[in-house]
């Protein structure tokens, strides 16, 4: 009979985490799926103030946004006319809305090109009707490959835009202060270079990195946090401070690097002997998951995972892994591209296979 009642869950597309511990910050969750079918890679998704669901599909050769609406299920498109270079890794990646976009339409959008090879570009678009239209370049010809693209696009407290791009398989580049590749860059809206920033007449903010996919501003503090893959080991989890050196191709993770100036080493490495591919991260901002509350999020690709982590200044003082798509808690639900929190107060999770899922809690 048990046996009946876990299949009827799975059926329906619930699965149950129960860890009641409170001590822990553990809830008692399920996981539905609230979409599927999408028909590629939703890399990016951030919530629009009329509470749809906006997301980039990464395997596109023209530029598109789409809304979902979560609660009936109905997507709305809205297509451009630039083309996008589909190629591997490449393709329509990361988003941020504009903090005025109620009134606006603006979207920022990082995709990939074809430019005299492979590129990459930050562009500002505005949704008009059906259309995206007036396309402003920010930062073009960052350099692209099949793979180590980055792309996440964030807004500042200080009201800039701060994006990542990776190394495009040129290792050497993230140590070259003129390549537009294994760089954190910071702009104005305009795309203007801002005159605080560390490097004159740069867009560059930090430099060695070799592929970082997750940008987040802490509550509170605003400081800027960072997940990074590492090649086969040393995932990096990183706090991105104005003008350093974060040391790849050189050294990465915690290791120290004597023979690089200004460096910052990783805040924690996953791990000595293996990767987990993380991707995006976000700070639980919600009412509903009250025990989560500004606790840090992030998502992989290659172990398919859900990471908690409670933080005491710059230390990671707990960790939970909430969904395990190998071995379980919630096992199968495939690479985990990114996290946002809804206006719900629920958390809303992209997969490379096409869904959107939701973590909910059992009441």
Known sequence: ??????????????????????SSGSISFRVEEVKSGLGGVPWSIHFAPDGRLLFTNRDLSQIRVSALNVSTGAITDYNGTSAVRDDGEGGILGMELDPNF??????????????????NRLS?????????????????????????????????????????????????????LSALAGKIFRVNPDGSIPSDNPFPSSPVWTLGHRNPQGLAFQPGTGLLWSTEHGPNVKDELNVIHKGKNYGWPNCMGTDPCPSVNNYEPAIKHYTASDTIAPSDMMFYTGNVFTAWRNNLFFVTLKTGRLYRLVLNGKSVVQEEILIDTNSGPHPGFGRLRDIVTGPDGLIYISTDNGKILRLKPNL
Request: a negative charge; charged letters at 15%; one cysteine or more.
């Open 102 to 119: 109620a009134s606006n339409k603006w979207v920022y959008i990082c995709y990939s090109i074809s430019s005299g090879g492979s590129r």
């Open 124 to 176: 500002r678009f505005e949704i008009s009707g059906s259309s995206l239209t007036n396309e402003l370049i920010l930062l073009d010809n960052m350099r692209g490959a099949s793979t180590h693209n980055g792309c996440r696009v964030v807004w500042g407290p200080d009201d800039k835009l701060y994006f990542s791009m990776g190394d495009a398989q040129d290792q050497p580049a993230a140590q070259d």
């Open 1 to 22: 009979m048990r046996s009946l009642f876990i299949l009827a869950l799975l059926t329906l597309g619930l699965v149950s985490c129960q860890n009641n511990d409170p």
